[in-house]
T-cell receptor
Framework: RKEVEQDPGPFNVPEGATVAFNCTYS??????FFWYRQDCRKEPKLLMS???SGNEDGRFTAQLNRASQYISLLIRDSKLSDSATYLC????????????FGKGTSLLVTP | NAGVTQTPKFQVLKTGQSMTLQCAQD?????MYWYRQDPGMGLRLIYY???????DKGEVPNGYNVSRLNKREFSLRLESAAPSQTSVYFC???????????????FGPGTRLTVT
């Protein structure tokens, strides 16, 4: 079983819509949580870290539920430029800070 | 400040050939990583180096070797390339922020390798 699981999508939404992505992780020793963004044929880039209390960065809100081992990302007022693949990522401290990546959720925002 | 750089950007090899992928970072990070990304598989860790002088295997190390040349540079070597190693290879460096074990990584632009 993959340690980090995401719905691959694709999610097709119109500009201005709100869209939510979910992710589950299997290792309860996971300590750090992130959302990365990857544009087609480009490198992954850190979008935001996810904190236990939840956190917001502009139009993006991330939530963590440790009891359910569940992470979410909410994007409000979607822009065309939000079209990308969103990667859910967890870190297990005893693994040398290596990251475990989900396969990603594809988002296409249309005019 | 270039961040993480990788060379080459593209490479085509024949089965059995060898090559070294180069990676360098100028952010003074302690940890460096090599990943491969295949369609439908996501990013998988090949090797990592938690600090200068140390290297450890990741999820898919077979067929690869690494060298942490100094704090800045971390190379990945394919001794005898196989078609199964056709992939996009990303190098990353990492830094721990704060006390919440928040460990972010920064990626290079990738090397697209085809083995025929």
């Amino acid at each position: 079983r993959k340690e980090v699981e995401q719905d691959p999508g694709p999610f097709n939404v119109p500009e201005g819509a709100t869209v939510a992505f979910n992710c589950t992780y299997s290792n309860s020793a996971s300590q750090s949580f992130f959302w990365y963004r990857q544009d087609c044929r480009k490198e992954p880039k850190l979008l935001m870290s996810v904190y236990s209390s939840g956190n917001e960065d502009g139009r993006f809100t991330a939530q963590l539920n440790r009891a359910s081992q569940y992470i979410s990302l909410l994007i409000r007022d979607s822009k065309l430029s939000d079209s990308a693949t969103y990667l859910c990522v967890v870190n297990i401290a005893y693994s040398g800070y290596a990251l475990n990546f989900g396969k990603g959720t594809s988002l296409l925002v249309t005019p | 400040n270039a961040g993480v750089t990788q060379t080459p950007k593209f490479q085509v090899l024949k089965t059995g050939q060898s090559m070294t992928l180069q990676c360098a970072q100028d952010m003074n990070h302690n940890s460096m990583y090599w990943y491969r990304q295949d369609p439908g598989m996501g990013l998988r860790l090949i090797y990592y180096s938690a600090s200068e002088g140390t290297t450890d295997k990741g999820e898919v190390p077979n067929g690869y070797n690494v060298s942490r040349l100094n704090k800045r540079e971390f190379s990945l070597r394919l001794e005898s390339a196989a078609p199964s190693q056709t992939s996009v290879y990303f190098c990353a460096s990492g830094i721990e922020r704060g006390t919440a074990s928040s460990y972010e990584q920064y990626f290079g632009p990738g090397t697209r390798l085809t083995v025929t």
